[in-house]
């Protein structure tokens, strides 16, 4: 397997070859046994073949079915898309365009282009009337083995392993949508014998949902796209590439895709533009409750050696005081509260400050569904509010600037604003403020921009890889979530509750997971950092805040090696008592963490591979070897790293760094 993948260099190349790849395309086509025009050899079901350049070698597509073979340069044949599972009807003729071709399926009203796209293949849809389309298909080829998915940070999944074809596993349940927080990116992509894999990315994730099926017992995932004028969804595209089949070169893709269309953030360039953004770099995150939102809890973190911290408080009846807030920022650590802006409720009744609103933006603001009724929000507590509606009242009314203004008006110096960045997108059918799915992700984006514009250092839940410009941090994209981990956390008898106010168990209490949801979400020989792979470097990725390090003692040594590899921090929730008795192992994890951190946090992560066959000894490089990471999560020592430790290896010193994460519980 290839270890390294994507140089600045072969970014540079890849430039360079874009306008010949272009310049080549048509003569190309042009020699292909299967002609492209009018005059294309057909079948009998009236389709022809369609030949498109790509990086490695060509692709071919079947018009009369849509699926999709390619021809790398190394020899052989892949199936990159089995037939559509959609009935698409007679294809219309084909012809030829700049860099590929177009035809059309009459009895679908749709019409398609296939064309060279910076290596890839793009095929874009575009419908007249309503409607889905289930395309493409993909793991049908029998040579695929493993299974790409950005599930949270990232799985590398085995198709044929039986683990996860079982309907408890939730592959093969419902679809995931590709828009929202089901996966934190819109891309998949498997990985075939010989050093050859596949990437699938699509651009036009709002309306599109991706689903697996466990055939002769192998996954295979077909994405479904749904036409519907009333959410601007009659448009359709993927792109399709041939890879080197390393596990993480599908966010390889990905990430030159985010940067060729303008679209991947920079952490170097968010802290030029505001320098507090850059206290992120070696701090860890915790959520701060009881003594611990005090100016003697900052200050006790001090005196642990905690150098750097993000210090989180929840904005119920006892937020931290202005002077615990000065004190925090005098020790060098970032404040902030959480906040929402998606859920209103009736102020005279309101559970939580964050759902009361002034005037009637409670019932008013709320969304709409389309049998006239209000969206019930989170937990069953009153709505959803449109985003639409408050971007329409705000030039005016103030309501989200005025929010904003309130809850920093201690001095805090950040801001964590619940779900904007991960939650459901809605479609408003109000009368008063309609509203899109793809309206609701842009008014979302404007207004946690204008909070970055106040200088606040912004962060917010699972990050969906659309937020990364806007965003400093993220609570939740560094988790695989399974479907079993809400069932879990709803149990309260065995996860907890929120009492007591100033240390609820939900948080505090220590639970031992399942043994399956455990593997589906921490077992090291089924993650990889796909996340990272794509965004390190534009944001800081943090676990989930209510899965913090202490909550899941049986996974604290694999989550904390995890985080060393991913250059990722750890989250804590911290009170008087738990700072105390965790402090000084707090803090023996952020002094190794901080330094890696500082000097890779805005450095691209370069290349990801295992060491050893059974996968239990993986490796990672940031930049151009600014550093290097090597962790053993097997039973005996392997690559000079014991069992159970990281070694860290900074560019220009000649020592590894060492750790072993029980030893510093210990």
């Not at 119920?316 to 998606?342: E, I």
């Amino acid at each position: 397997m290839r270890s390294d993948f994507i140089t600045q260099g072969r970014t540079a190349a890849r430039a360079a070859l874009h306008g010949l790849a272009g310049a080549l395309a048509l003569a190309a086509l042009a020699g292909c046994t299967t002609a492209v025009g009018a005059e294309a050899s057909t079948d009998r079901t009236g389709g022809g073949e369609v030949s498109v350049p790509v990086r490695g070698g060509t692709a071919v597509i079947d018009t009369a079915t849509l699926a999709v073979r390619a021809h790398p340069k190394s020899g052989g044949e892949l199936e990159l898309s089995g037939p559509a599972a959609t009935d698409l009807g007679r294809p219309g003729p084909v012809t030829e365009i700049r860099g590929g071709a177009r035809w059309t399926y009459p009895a679908k009203e749709l019409t398609v282009t296939a064309v060279a796209e910076r290596g890839r293949l793009r095929v874009s849809m575009a419908a007249r009337r309503d409607g889905q389309v289930r395309w493409p298909v993909t793991g049908t080829d029998a040579s695929a083995s493993d299974l790409q998915l950005p599930r949270g940070e990232g799985l590398n999944i085995p198709v044929g392993d039986p683990f996860w074809a079982a309907p408890e596993r939730g592959l093969t349940g419902d679809p995931m949508d590709l828009g929202t927080g089901a996966l934190t990116m819109p891309m998949w992509g498997y990985t075939y014998g010989g050093g050859r894999g596949a990437s699938y990315l699509v651009p036009t994730d709002i309306g599109t949902s991706l689903g697996f099926a466990a055939e002769q017992g192998r996954l295979r995932g077909t994405a479904t796209h749904t036409f519907d004028r009333g959410e601007d969804t009659r448009s359709y595209t993927v792109t399709l590439a041939l890879t080197d089949g390393n596990p993480v070169a599908p966010a390889v893709d990905y990430r030159d895709w985010l940067s060729e269309h303008g679209r991947l953030g920079s952490l170097r360039d968010k802290i030029r533009a505001n320098p507090a953004d850059a206290r992120l770099l070696g701090a860890f995150h915790a959520y701060l409750w009881g003594d611990a939102r005090t100016p003697q809890g900052a200050e006790e973190l001090r005196k642990l050696g905690v150098s750097r911290m993000w210090l989180g408080y929840d904005a119920g009846n006892d937020p931290m005081s202005a002077p615990a807030v000065s004190a925090a920022k005098k020790n060098g650590y970032l404040v902030g509260p959480y906040d929402s802006f998606a859920n209103g409720q009736d102020p005279a009744t309101a559970d939580s400050p964050n759902s009361a609103w002034p005037g009637r933006v409670y019932p008013d603001y709320c969304v709409i569904d389309a049998k006239g009724k209000p969206e019930t929000g989170f937990g069953n507590r009153g709505c959803y509010l449109s985003s639409q509606a408050f971007e329409r009242a705000e030039p005016g009314s103030h309501y989200l600037a005025d929010r904003a203004r309130a809850m920093v008006a201690n001095g805090a110096d950040s801001y964590f604003l619940d779900v904007d960045a991960a939650g459901d997108l809605f479609r408003d059918h109000s009368r008063a403020h309609p509203m899109t799915k793809a309206q609701d992700r842009n008014n979302r984006l404007a207004r946690m921009k204008r909070l970055t514009d106040r200088g606040l250092v912004l962060g917010s839940e699972s990050a969906g890889a659309w937020s990364n410009q806007v965003l400093a941090f993220d609570h939740g994209s560094a988790t695989p979530v399974a479907g079993g981990l809400w069932t879990l956390e709803r149990n309260k008898e065995v996860w907890g509750g929120y009492a007591p106010e100033k240390a609820p168990k939900t948080f505090f209490k220590p639970v031992d997971l399942p043994a399956d949801l455990a593997r589906e979400m921490y077992d090291p020989r089924y993650r990889v950092p796909l996340y990272e792979t794509a965004l390190h470097g534009s944001l800081v990725n943090v676990e989930r805040w209510e899965l913090s390090y202490g909550k899941l003692p049986r996974q604290k040594q694999t989550r904390a090696m995890l985080a060393m590899l991913y250059n990722i921090p750890l989250n804590h929730v911290l009170d008087g008592p738990t700072l105390k008795q965790d402090g000084p192992e707090l803090a023996a994890l952020q002094k190794y963490f901080a330094p890696l951190h500082q000097k890779a946090g805005t450095e691209r992560l370069t290349s990801f591979r295992w060491l050893t066959a059974d996968r239990a000894v993986q490796r990672t490089v940031f930049g151009d070897g600014v550093l290097t990471v090597t962790a053993n999560f097997g039973s005996t020592a392997s690559h000079g790293v014991p069992a159970g430790c990281v070694n860290a290896e900074l560019k220009g010193e000649a020592e590894p760094r060492r750790l072993c994460p029980k030893k510093a519980a210990s």
